[in-house]
């Protein structure tokens, strides 16, 4: 039996490393574990928690806005805090472009390149792959001409010995399946998926002032509405982020979801990989009413067990018996002495008793990531844009039913389909979709309001710490792009007096429970063919489907003041 190591997995957010056991040419087990130290919570206790989404945001630059989503939603459900309709609305459209955004890139340049050969393009008639995109999508960029220029363009780059951004994958391996005419294809969506991420992030700008990292602030957002004004939101900054979102539906619908589907038709064998633990969690997102109020969210709440869509279980996070966190196998110690611990009750004490690196291999029947293990009832559960959908589909909401129906009907599998890899990837798709149409009705939902006089933005009447309780305790949730995260909080004596967080990649990449159920980036491993040991593309695609993000889910932070990074400016 050989083992795999493959640290760092490339194309994330951070650092992780997998090691997976290979017998008979497929994996039997395998390990996730985050190689960075989470401890961000302990930097924000005692600080003013209206302040705690500006440090908590910077966990991450990838998704720039859900950490603090989450935290002013935790001071808000703490301190009984309602934001007015119009903030409301302001926020669901900075969160649904943060979607768009962040799965469009996913696709293209964090995920494509585990099914896209980009060398093999090359042998593409430009021709033929015109052909093939007017056929696929009425997409503008599809002449002859425009596809000779790119296969020029790509040419040099291998020519010259150095592919730049298209370096350091296993080319030619024999699991790539594509004609050199979606490889051409894919390659021109891939530059100028580049190129148009510049423009939707742009509506970020203009609400939140600069992107990455908007401002935010507990009680409503900050900007104020002038139609006639020159220095607030006013009638051309609206109008200029019309443009942006109708920009943005039309990249998805014209580009994404055409090459999506095209790209999944040759790799339909992928529906049997990847299942993972078959439990899905998502906290939902969108609401339409006040944050508290769950009827409201477009995308819903709830929990999926055992693959079981007949059944959606209620979820509430702020239940001691529900959400936990587990550090059997985690560089962590709970001074309570519990294996697990709810995050009201949560604590972030490292200790670390792994091997010193460089090491071949972890311990595995010990402690061996700085990931905790959430757990939901005690189980393992996956979020993410599968999670949601499968939530969503299973609780009939009609975009969602009307779009997986269409991908499932258009690529000829079943809904068991779903649980997989191939399911994984074409869930996020599918997500991307529905909230691009979402970004229009929103919009809308905005002028709506506006025109009716409902132009507040921010509830004041809590403002005061004088005016809080001695004591308040809260619960954020934002639906990541990559799933399900959560921030509580207790409040006392108006300032932070304990901070937990639990984010996407610590449900999905947590190591073993101390009852040794596998995290679901362990499960889905589990049973997937290995080619070749040197080069584990397989590995690659699969734990690219969840879209990793360590740095939220280790929150680097040096207790001791030791520089991590320089960085010089010539």
Not at 232 to 253: C, G, M, P, Q, Y
Not at 474 to 498: C, N, Q, S
Not at 553 to 561: E, K, L, Q, T, V
Request: hydrophobic share 40%; proline share 7%.
């Amino acid at each position: 039996m050989a083992r795999i190591v493959v640290d760092p997995i490339t194309r994330i957010e951070g650092h992780l490393r997998i090691e997976a056991e290979v017998k008979n040419g497929k994996i039997s087990k395998a390990y996730s574990s985050c190689t960075m130290w989470r401890g961000v919570e302990r930097i924000i206790l005692g600080r003013d928690p209206r302040d705690a989404w500006a440090f908590t945001q910077r966990i991450c630059g990838v998704c720039t806005t859900v950490h603090a989503f989450a935290s002013i939603r935790a001071v808000e459900d703490a301190l009984g805090i309602d934001v007015p309709p119009l903030a409301q609305a302001f926020r669901n459209l900075i969160i649904a472009t943060q979607y768009v955004h962040d799965h469009t890139m996913h696709f293209y340049h964090l995920h494509a390149l585990d099914w896209v050969n980009v060398p093999n393009a090359l042998k593409a008639d430009p021709k033929k792959t015109s052909e093939l995109a007017q056929q696929i999508s009425d997409w503008p960029h599809s002449s002859p001409g425009y596809f000779k220029d790119l296969k020029a363009k790509l040419l040099k780059f291998v020519e010259s010995g150095q592919l730049g951004i298209f370096a350091n994958a296993y080319w030619d391996h024999p699991a790539y399946k594509l004609p050199p005419e979606v490889n051409l294809l894919a390659v021109a969506h891939y530059l100028e998926a580049l190129d148009w991420q510049r423009h939707i992030i742009r509506i970020h700008a203009f609400l939140g002032g600069k992107n990455p990292h908007p401002n935010f602030l507990v009680g409503g957002v900050p900007m104020s509405v002038n139609l006639s004004s020159p220095s607030v939101i006013n009638t051309e900054v609206l109008s200029v982020i019309k443009t942006h979102v109708d920009a943005a539906r039309e990249f998805v619908e014209k580009v994404y979801i055409p090459d999506l589907l095209a790209v999944a038709s040759f790799y339909k064998e992928w529906a049997r990989y990847g299942a993972g633990v078959g439990n899905y969690l998502a906290y939902g997102e969108l609401p339409e009413g006040k944050t508290s109020d769950i009827e409201s969210l477009f995308l819903p709440r709830g929990a999926i067990l055992n693959k079981d869509l007949s059944k959606v279980y209620d979820v509430d996070p702020k239940d001691p018996e529900q959400v936990q966190e587990a550090v059997a196998h985690s560089w962590y110690e709970y001074k309570q002495n519990k294996d697990l611990l709810h995050p009201f009750e949560g604590e972030t004490e490292p200790k670390y008793t792994g091997p010193e690196p460089p090491y071949d291999y972890l311990n595995v029947d010990g402690k061996y990531s700085w990931l905790k293990a959430p757990r939901w009832r005690g189980h393992s559960m996956e979020v993410g844009p599968l999670a949601r959908m499968l939530v969503a589909y299973a609780k009939g909401h009609p975009s969602v039913k009307e779009k997986v129906d269409f991908a499932l009907k258009k690529l000829n599998v079943p809904a068991t389909a779903l649980f997989s890899t191939l399911g994984r990837t074409a869930a996020r798709g599918i997500e991307t979709w529905v909230v691009a149409e979402y970004l229009t009705d929103i919009y809308d939902r905005i002028i709506s309001l506006i025109k009716a006089g409902n132009t507040s933005t921010f509830n004041n009447t809590k403002w005061d710490p004088k005016t809080w309780p001695k004591e308040a305790k809260g619960f954020g949730y934002m639906e990541a792009p990559r799933g399900a995260l959560g921030h509580w909080v207790t409040i006392r004596d108006g300032k932070i007096a304990h901070y937990q967080i639990v984010v996407p990649s610590t449900w999905n990449g947590g190591p073993r429970d101390a009852k040794g159920q596998p995290g679901p980036y362990e499960a889905a491993l589990e049973g997937t063919p290995i080619h070749d040991p040197e080069a584990p593309l397989e590995i690659l695609r699969t734990i690219h489907s969840f879209d990793p993000c360590m740095a939220c889910a280790a929150h680097i932070y040096d207790p001791s003041g030791r520089e991590i990074v320089t960085v010089k400016i010539r």
